[in-house]
């Protein structure tokens, strides 16, 4: 998005965000929303509580990890190749 904002956008750019399923999605709601537990402990070992301001603190690669799993949960659809989807629609 933000190289079609510049005007430096491929066609390859624009793929990429047509088939990102995470597209139209604020990953940093998807995780505030959908993370109820996790693994994350800070220094000492001692877990870290799920809050909005631990969340804010999670860098990029672990918040797209993050969201694509709660839309994963959600939304499982968007992450079904043509076939699994014309599958669906013929069982019901």
Partial sequence: MRRAAAGIATNADA??????????YDRITLCKEGVKAWTC????GKPLPVTPEAINDLDEDALEWMATQVLKLTKPSLFQTDDEKAADRKNG
């Fill in 15 to 24: 793929e990429k965000v047509l088939h990102d399923p995470l597209s139209g």
């Fill in 41 to 44: 402990v800070d220094k000492d």
